[in-house]
């Protein structure tokens, strides 16, 4: 784009004229690996990679490759069985998709006519709901969290109620990104409740595995979808599951969303070695994921304990998530850290741009050498910047 003579932007090239105008400026989702690509393999080693939410840790898989000349099934029966017994519903009740973000994609595309329907988020919340919702050209209506006397970043349920009929989805994520909190259960079923003639409720629980709710087979929103005809819950195999770079995620509904989602995604969207990729973890690796899981839980309560402890650390967020968001006393203090860590080759995520997280750094839980190493060089950021000040 360039600036005409009385200022406004004018296409200057074909593809910008061709383009869809609203997509030639705009920024796409700043993820992890744009934002740091990891390069060749010994960049990317000598990387520490806190900045993802991807778990520490590699499983081993059988790759058959004799069948590869073959396109995969539409949804492989194998991978959908699999994930069907650790879930507890039917398969004709899953969809198997290009991570939990595919899902994402194809709720908004299914449900929202460009340009005229729009979808309802809670920030701070997870950046790609509002990224598809601007590539697909639905509108975004902002109902923020809120805080408390109990309880941080909480649902606005009287915001929510002054939206019903003006939205056509709803994203709830629970156990929250990048807050780290998990909804209280009622709070999202009055969000149901609301929206039960109005709009699709998706509760996100990609960090799902972390609330210990798996412990109890308590998988109460997943057993939501037979009881209420608007719910569609979003799981992934890139986090508690240790999967992150086989891109596979399963949106969890009623036969009738599973139906129209079907009709929206791509003809063959899981490569025949992600299917058995993924139906090895689901079928063998259960105990080894809950185990990492669990020691990813102590990790991060330790790493709580001890960032609640420094005094450039104002504020930590309760996390039942592989993460911990926390907020530094000052921009300035914030930014040194984030530099410091950076030029140590550690790498965690700047939040303070989203709505009320000014100053909010996350921290994935790595492994426990990872995160001795990262407690190093925060001592040795503050150092640095006790000097530079003095
Ligand atoms: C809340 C939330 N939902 C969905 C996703 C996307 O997961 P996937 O890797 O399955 O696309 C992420 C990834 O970070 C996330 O944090």
Redesign the pocket.
């Known amino acids: 784009m360039t600036l005409s003579a009385n200022n406004s932007l004018i296409a200057s090239t074909l593809i910008e004229r061709l383009a869809r105008e609203e997509l030639v400026d705009m920024v796409p989702y700043q993820s992890a690996r744009r934002l740091f690509a990891s390069g060749d393999n010994e960049q990317a080693n000598n990387k520490t990679w806190l900045n993802?939410?991807e778990a520490p840790g590699q499983g081993k898989y059988q790759l058959d490759s004799e069948n590869i000349n073959r396109y995969p099934d539409f949804q492989p029966q194998s991978l959908l069985n699999a994930y069907s017994n650790y879930c507890g519903l039917p398969t004709d009740n899953i969809l198997a998709?290009?991570?939990?973000?595919?899902?994402?994609e194809l709720i908004i595309r299914s449900f929202c006519r460009a340009y005229q329907d729009s979808i309802l988020i809670c920030p701070p919340?997870?950046g790609?709901y509002a990224i598809s919702a601007e590539n697909h050209g639905a509108g975004i209506v902002s109902v923020p969290l809120v805080n408390t006397p109990q309880a941080k970043c909480q649902l606005d349920l009287e915001g929510l109620k002054t939206q019903v009929g003006k939205v056509k989805v709803v994203f709830l994520?629970s156990?929250?990104?990048?807050t780290g909190n998990t909804l209280p259960q009622a709070q999202i079923q009055a969000a149901i409740e609301l929206f039960k003639d109005s709009a699709i409720v998706v509760v996100?629980e990609?960090?799902y595995e972390y609330t210990n709710a798996i412990l109890d087979a308590d998988q109460v929103n997943t057993k939501l979808i037979t009881q209420c005809d608007n719910v569609i819950v979003?799981?992934?195999?890139?986090?508690a599951f240790a999967l992150?770079g086989l891109?596979?995620?399963f949106t969890l509904a009623n036969k009738e969303i599973i139906t129209l989602l079907s009709k929206v995604i791509a003809p063959y969207p899981i490569a025949a070695p992600v299917a058995e990729i993924a139906s090895q973890a689901l079928s063998n690796d259960l105990a080894i994921m809950q185990a990492r899981v669990n020691s990813t839980n102590t990790l991060r309560e330790q790493l709580n304990d001890w960032l609640k402890q420094q005094h450039w650390c104002n504020d930590v967020f309760p996390s039942d998530a592989n993460f911990v968001l926390f907020r530094c006393n000052s921009t300035d203090e914030k930014n040194k850290i984030f530099n410091h860590l950076v030029d140590n080759n550690i790498l965690i995520r700047d939040q303070s741009k989203q709505q009320q997280l000014e100053n909010c750094l996350r921290i994935s839980i790595g492994s426990a050498e990872e995160l001795e190493q990262l407690k190093i060089v925060f001592a040795l950021a503050l150092a640095v910047q006790k000097n530079s000040s003095s």
């Open positions: 993802a939410n998709t290009r991570g939990a973000d595919e899902g994402i919340t997870y790609m994520c156990p929250g990104n990048p996100d990609a960090y979003l799981r992934t195999l890139s986090k992150a891109r596979c995620g």
